[in-house]
């Protein structure tokens, strides 16, 4: 229960943080910043716990390589959603309460390729800092995580609004920054890139890299 716990946390400040900055915050230069910022942090915070995960398709990615039980996904993906949800509850009825909000109209290709190239460079960072036996114990991979994140959001966050993540996009859909019919976009695009990614990371990789987990052990590897 611990690690779902930590990933409903990790989630939630994600989310309530992109709500904060992208309703009213008057910067197109604060948002990205603060979005990798906050998730840097959850990610030190929770990953000796949980693994940090905080995504839906970093879950996928991470079950592929095998660094997460089969029988955990559905939970973290419960307690993903649910964060995002309750965030964006918070951000709409009390923090950011009565501010005019406008969807996002991304064009369908573009945001497609923006969703899946930046989320692949998500999951592939995660995979190669968090999970291979060749950074195993380091104490920079939720700082790369979460630059991974603010990269992306600088540079197509304009073109499909920058998610990289199915509950930031259903909380982006509830806090009304994203029109529902454009849901898909993410859910295709995210889920895609995170079985490319994990396939990559399996393919460049030598197997004393890749071996998976057999034990109940964090899916990341935390510095001693």
């Not at 966050?157 to 920058?162: E, R």
Request: glycine letters at 10%.
């Amino acid at each position: 229960m611990n690690k779902y716990i930590a990933e409903f946390i990790g989630t939630f400040f994600l989310v309530l943080t992109i709500g904060c900055t992208g309703i009213g915050a008057g910067s197109s230069v604060i948002a990205p910043l603060a979005i990798g910022a906050a998730l840097m942090v959850m990610v030190f915070a929770g990953g000796h716990i949980s693994g940090g995960h905080y995504n839906p398709a970093v879950t996928l990615g991470v079950l592929i390589r095998g660094k997460v039980k089969a029988a955990d996904v559905a939970p973290y993906w419960i307690a993903q959603l649910v964060a995002a949800a309750v965030a964006a509850l918070l951000v709409n009825k009390f923090l950011r309460a009565g501010i005019a909000v406008t969807p996002i109209a991304p064009k369908i290709a573009p945001a497609l390729l923006a969703e899946f190239l930046f989320t692949f460079a998500l999951v592939y960072v995660v995979l190669n800092a968090a999970t291979a036996e060749g950074t195993s114990g380091n104490s920079f991979y939720g700082l790369a995580i979460g630059m991974t994140v603010m990269t992306g959001a600088f540079a197509v966050g304009d073109i499909s609004g920058g998610a990289f993540n199915p509950a930031v996009a259903v909380g982006i859909s509830l806090l009304g920054l994203s029109s529902w019919s454009n849901l898909w976009i993410y859910l295709v695009a995210n889920f895609a890139a995170a079985v490319v990614a994990a396939f990559v990371f399996n393919l460049i990789n030598p197997p004393a890299q890749t071996t998976p987990i057999a034990t109940d052990e964090p899916p990341y590897e935390t510095p001693q």
